[in-house]
């Protein structure tokens, strides 16, 4: 086991988590102790496009008494980028020693062997490399992104796949005429024709409410390459000789409507759904559903193309954190922004939910406590909003942003006031800097359920000559 570093209590202890160490804390306080005497780490991740992002920390020299700490927190640091911004190929630039424990720990059959495959295999689908380097020769960032969305001309539909439910609207020159949403068990079928069935329902839902289809946009969890979920937890029951039916899915559909089809990322389209609402850019989106979705749209307005799997990315350096179910690792923010985190927290203050209920109506059933001022259920959401706090403040190291947009059935009614309220005291407290500059905030409460898939609808651009023929 590596030695940690050093770990920081926070000023606002979550009311059912006296244990939480928040990375945000640990972090800075790593940094600014070895700042004085450090020598430079550079790591520089590869995407299967060409495009390379770049980032730049300072640890202890080899020889320094405290240089074990630095293979903890340089782990950390990769583990979160990995999923931030995505990369098959890695370049370590700084001590060799940094570089080789993390060409062992992110191998075939290292401790992160689940991010060595899952980026390799089912991501970019090419072998997953750590180089190692000096400093200088990690190559120049490159990914400047690219504009999407915002077309909201003519006819068009908009979806939203979530785990536990499903979003549709119909969308006419910018105005919504019909919306509906739908809960579903997606996880738990496996048979493609099912998924395939079920959004096509949707889609033409949405068209008897209009005269004409000119576009359909998508949003949904997992990660999209071309309009193709090369992984998605909402598809984690397919197996993997029937996967490719589910990987042209949405070609299948685009071809059989005849008509422009674009899907990305829920989190992606959930930054564009504020950016579009706020009209401004450097937003951060934050989906807290079934999982935590993240999205970003940067300080021009553009799509970088990153992974913002920040499901997956660690939160919570404590040794006590509850573990990821799919990747195994520990701290990560699923397990703190989600319903997956009120699931977690409930038992603690002697809510039982009831077994046999779907994921969606278990939710609902806390907050139909919540709502009635049950003091546990309000604990519950005030360490969600604490918990989100500490994440905003180390999201701000990685992000240069000014506004973060909340949204996702676990925000919805009180409980949405209360993880504002909670996040905006522990960044005036513990980070005034950043909210001093950052504004976080909850789009309104009919926004905040159908805004995912209005944005989806406006991501792709009709055909000019379609457009001649309307």
């Known amino acids: 086991m590596i030695e940690s570093i050093k770990l920081v209590t926070p000023q606002i202890i979550p009311p059912l988590d006296d244990e939480f160490r928040p990375a945000a804390l640990a972090s800075r306080t790593f940094q600014k102790e070895c700042s004085e005497i450090s020598v430079p ?210 070609l299948r559909i685009r071809d059989e409507m005849d008509v422009p089809l674009e899907v990305l990322n829920d989190g992606d389209v959930t930054a564009l759904a504020g950016s579009m609402s706020i009209e401004e850019n450097g937003v951060l989106g934050i989906a807290m559903g079934s999982s935590l979705a993240a999205g970003y749209i940067d300080m021009h307005g553009h799509i970088l193309g990153w992974l913002n799997e920040l499901a997956f990315a660690p939160i919570d350096y404590s040794s006590t954190a509850p573990m990821d179910e799919w990747s195994g690792d520990i701290g990560c ?59 905003l403040a180390h999201y701000a190291t990685f992000y240069e942003m000014k506004h973060v947009i909340i949204l996702g059935r676990c925000t919805s009614g009180l409980g949405g006031t209360l993880i504002l309220e909670e996040a905006c005291k522990v960044l005036e407290a513990e980070f005034p800097e950043i909210a001093s500059r950052l504004q976080v905030q909850l789009p309104d409460e009919h926004s905040r359920r159908i805004g995912q898939s209005i944005a989806a609808a406006s991501l792709p651009i009709i055909d000019e000559l379609m457009e001649q023929e309307i």
């Open 333 to 391: 923010g699923a397990q703190y922004l989600s319903q997956q985190c009120i699931f977690r927290l409930a038992p603690r203050v002697g809510i039982q939910i009831p077994s046999n209920l779907p994921d969606a109506e278990k939710l609902l059933f806390i907050q139909e406590k919540l709502n009635t001022g049950h003091k546990g259920a309000i604990k519950i959401w005030q360490s969600l909003g604490i918990y989100l706090g500490y994440a």
């Open 41 to 250: 780490l550079v790591i520089g991740l590869e995407r299967g496009d060409g495009k390379l992002s770049r980032f730049e920390a300072q640890v202890f020299p080899v020889d320094h008494p405290r240089a074990q700490e630095n293979f903890y927190f340089a782990e950390r640091l990769l583990k979160y980028l990995l999923w931030q911004r995505g990369g098959s190929k890695i370049y370590i630039g700084g001590p060799c020693s940094i570089g080789n424990h993390l060409q062992a720990w992110y191998s075939p059959n290292g401790k992160r062997s689940f991010d060595y495959h899952f980026m390799s295999e089912q991501v970019y689908e090419r072998p997953f490399l750590v180089e190692l380097c000096d400093p200088s020769e990690v190559p120049p960032a490159n990914d400047t992104g690219r504009a999407l969305g915002r077309h909201l001309d003519g006819c068009r539909i908009g979806f939203d796949l979530g785990a536990s439910d499903r979003k549709v609207s119909a969308v006419m020159d910018g105005r919504v005429v019909y919306s509906e949403e739908v809960i579903w068990e997606p996880r738990n079928h496996s048979d493609p024709e099912y998924h395939y069935n079920e959004i096509v329902k949707a889609i033409k839902s949405a068209a008897s409410k209009m005269p004409r289809v000119d576009a359909i946009g998508g949003s949904s969890a997992g990660i999209y390459l071309d309009n193709r979920p090369m992984v998605a937890s909402l598809f984690r029951s397919i197996p993997a000789e029937r996967f490719h039916e589910i990987q042209n899915i949405f």
